[in-house]
């Protein structure tokens, strides 16, 4: 994937903004095919050498919601995308519905930013929040596929569900996660929208994405450390643990362990207890992770799969090295393959109370 700068608005500013009637990563990744076309899959027509586009329509929060912010969030969240497709602009090479790419982008960079701030308020035994913001994506899987569908010629569907899964789904996306993506992914397993030959990628993907995912007791695995000791993840007391994949030598794994260790309270968390950092090699070279070792911090918990379970048996669904987990205490999952920052900020939160 081509890499690119995503600009992200806080929750506030964001929510600021509709209120007052204006809407607005790991290495090692595997390349994947586009899964779903809209219409019968002609080429996309050449783009018009000076086209104009629409702006990315405005959204207005009605003023029955403006003494009750958690009901006006919840209309954000499900009416976001309304406006946007019922509009009858074209969809082209480089717009779509008549809105330019880099707005429609931007305005989706917006909306995942807002659902992912409503599902950091969710906890395993308190999940309504997350409910929220998976009932938004379902809304806006709805209201694509409706659009489509008045439309079959079109490739709205083609274009919208590729920028969504770069931005939910892609391993190098800076915004990914899959606890968002999957009910996007069972829309398109289940949607006439979607071509047949891609079908089965959309049922794999929404398979691998329920692995894990938020709420669920973590699966447990076994491991040892550099003395022959063997351990498990269930077996570690700490409030949270950060389960971290990572490789011997790996760039954006050195990148992460400095990340971690420049923040000043994840060391006192650890040393009350509060955190535990379970680093895991996954795959054969033992005898290079062993030589390796010095780089990892001693407080952490740096160990190797022996049985080779979770890259064979696929129950971590590990698509790329590195990848971070966040669990509670009962290693129910909290966050899934997340960006660091996005596991720091959590934690630091947290330890800030």
Not at 96 to 117: F, T
Not at 270 to 278: C, G, H, P, Q
Request: hydrophobic content about 35%.
């Amino acid at each position: 994937m081509k890499k690119r700068d995503i600009i992200v608005l806080p929750l506030l500013a964001v929510a600021i903004v509709l209120t007052a009637g204006c809407g607005g990563a790991p290495s090692g990744g595997k390349a994947k095919n586009s899964r779903a076309d809209g219409g019968k899959g002609e080429p996309l027509a050449v783009e018009q050498a000076e086209t104009r586009y629409r702006p990315f329509p405005q959204m207005s929060v009605p003023s029955v919601y403006a003494n009750d912010a958690e009901a006006a969030q919840e209309y954000v969240v499900t009416h976001y995308w309304d406006t946007f497709f019922k509009s009858d602009g074209p969809t082209t090479p480089k717009s779509i519905l008549g809105v330019s790419d880099d707005e429609v982008e931007q305005a989706l960079s917006n909306y995942i930013q807002i659902l992912q701030n409503i599902k950091l308020t969710a906890t395993p035994d308190e999940p309504a929040s997350f409910t929220l913001a998976r009932n938004g994506v379902k809304a806006m899987f709805s209201r694509l596929e409706t659009r489509q569908l008045a439309d079959t010629s079109a490739h709205t569907y083609l274009r919208f569900t590729e920028m969504v899964t770069k931005y939910l789904y892609d391993p190098n996306s800076p915004m990914r996660d899959e606890d968002l993506y999957l009910p996007f992914a069972e829309g398109m397993a289940a949607s006439p929208c979607t071509r047949e030959d891609m079908r089965n990628a959309a049922r794999f993907e929404a398979s691998a994405c329920r692995k894990n995912g938020f709420g669920q007791t973590a699966r447990n695995f076994s491991f040892k450390d550099a003395r022959g000791n063997k351990g498990s993840l269930h077996a570690v007391k700490a409030d949270y643990t950060m389960l971290f994949f990572s490789n011997p030598g790996c760039t954006s794994c050195k990148a992460i362990i400095e990340e971690i260790g420049s923040r000043g309270f994840v060391r006192p968390m650890i040393t009350e207890k509060k955190l535990a950092i379970v680093n895991i090699y996954i795959d054969e070279e033992v005898q290079k992770w062993r030589e390796y070792l010095h780089n990892y911090p001693p407080e952490w918990i740096n160990g190797y799969d022996y049985t080779f379970s979770l890259r064979d048996s696929g129950s971590y669904d590990i698509r790329a090295i590195p990848s971070l987990y966040l669990l509670d205490a009962g290693k129910r999952v909290i966050m899934k393959d997340a960006p660091t920052g996005r596991v720091l900020d959590y934690l630091e939160t947290i330890y800030r109370q």
